[in-house]
């Protein structure tokens, strides 16, 4: 990570709490980057899902016969979304480490991000494109593809949850949109056909990124140009440390500019995108709002809505650490935090301390002294064991004070036991004889 940093120009790292056995993160493990990251300037970034209950909940629906791509959504619930990114912000709290949750697809996990933010914690949302035009309806569909095509993770969540999102972001309470664009093509989300838990995970949207949340954000009213400016560009730029280099129109800035047509109208299509996959889940969608102009480092990539770029002519771009739009608020409140946790001044303590291996031994032989009547007690109740001629002992055997030989077992006109069946009242017993009629000893 040092080397990554300060060599490489990379600023910022993905920790995933999702993926068992492949990438998820334990606690203790990610609160080991949270602190890399704060030591080195760079941001973190979570993947917020609780995946070692999503897996118990996918083998479980695969037993009871849920195979099909609505079991991803299923094994996935919001729930798994908002506990984890909750966890992860009291992590990072606690490492006092910036955090950027990527693709935010719950609105209540979005609500906990902004309660974060409200209590002074440097965290960021990003929403994606998917989850602020798509819904989860999309997994009930009849045809497995469409189905399946819609497949990625967090899943799309109900309808009513778009608007929530949207409302964060205009707010201010969720800050960048992305796309966390991934695609597969049909045989590749096949490799579930059989098995939802075998779907290659991911949607496409970086073509079609700008035209969907124009169309959804501005042309509703939700937010205004420069809110969409913000939401897409200036806001991204300022939290990687590329601002006022990208983000910005002004002298000494990258000329990266987009002239946008917001009267214009596309309609998005699979068979029209430039997108390297046979399928879009922004279908038919009717979008305002087009890039009519787009100039790349002060060249002419797009003319009259036609790409005209050369392979190669990208840069890569290095992002410093330690971003000012992060970092310094951080450390003023790293200062306070701190101000308030003091070691308090007392006398130091000189009485007894427990010597732990001595009271475990001493409580032993507590024990044992409590164990040693208890066993007596329990012997001494113990019924005696017939001799092997079947008498009781003493009987056989017994020897009157005369002859000193063996007599017939002794008889006692003693009740066989105080309160005899009979009802009547116990007598004093008779000393027992043997045959002869003397005591037997």
Avoid at 207 to 234: H, N, Y
Avoid at 321 to 339: D, G, I, Q
């Amino acid at each position: 990570m040092a080397t990554l940093v300060k060599e490489k120009g990379i600023n910022s790292f993905k920790c995933f709490m999702a993926y068992r056995n492949v990438f998820l993160l334990e606690d203790d493990e990610m609160l080991n980057v949270f602190q890399a990251c704060r030591k080195l300037g760079a941001v973190a970034q979570v993947h917020a899902e609780n995946g070692k209950i999503i897996e118990r909940k996918a083998e479980q629906l695969v037993a009871d016969g849920i195979r099909g791509p609505e079991g991803h959504s299923y094994s996935r619930p919001e729930a798994m979304e908002i506990e984890a990114t909750t966890r992860a912000l009291a992590i990072a709290d606690e490492a006092n480490c910036p955090l950027y949750v990527v693709h935010v697809m719950s609105a209540e996990a979005g609500e906990a991000i902004s309660k974060a933010r409200r209590r002074g914690q440097v965290c960021y949302g990003e929403p994606i494109a998917a989850g602020l035009a798509c819904d989860n309806s999309s997994y009930q569909h009849t045809c497995w593809r469409h189905a399946a095509g819609h497949v990625l993770s967090p899943p799309l969540r109900d309808p009513s949850t778009k608007e929530r999102l949207w409302r964060m972001l205009a707010t201010g309470e969720l800050t960048c949109t992305g796309t966390d664009h991934c695609v597969f093509k049909a045989d590749q989300k096949a490799l579930g056909k059989d098995d939802f838990r075998r779907i290659p995970n991911g949607v496409n949207g970086v073509e079609d990124r700008m035209s969907v949340l124009w169309e959804k954000g501005v042309e509703t009213g939700i937010l205004d140009p420069c809110q969409f400016v913000a939401a897409t560009s200036t806001n991204a730029a300022k939290v990687f440390n590329l601002y006022p280099q990208k983000g910005r129109i002004a002298v000494g800035s990258d000329a990266d500019i987009v002239v946008w047509n917001a009267k214009e109208t596309r309609t998005i299509s699979a068979k029209t995108h430039h997108q390297n996959v046979d399928f879009n889940i922004f279908e038919g969608m009717v979008c305002h709002g087009i890039a009519e102009f787009v100039i790349s480092g002060g060249r002419l990539v797009v003319d009259e809505r036609q790409l005209k770029v050369t392979q190669g002519a990208g840069r890569f771009v290095p992002m410093p650490a330690f971003p000012p739009y992060v970092y310094n608020r951080l450390e003023k409140r790293e200062a306070a935090k701190s101000a308030g946790t003091v070691a308090v001044a007392r006398d130091a303590y000189d009485g007894p301390v427990i010597d732990l291996k001595a009271e475990q031994e001493r409580q032993k032989a507590v024990a044992k002294e409590q164990r040693e009547p208890l066993a007596a007690a329990a012997a001494r109740r113990r019924p005696q064991r017939t001799s092997s001629t079947g008498r009781q002992p003493g009987a056989a055997g017994a020897t009157c004070r005369r002859a000193r030989s063996a007599c017939p077992a002794p008889s006692s006109t003693t009740p066989s036991r105080p309160g005899a069946a009979s009802g009547r009242t116990s007598r004093p017993a008779v000393p027992a004889q043997a045959a002869c009629g003397e005591a037997v000893d």
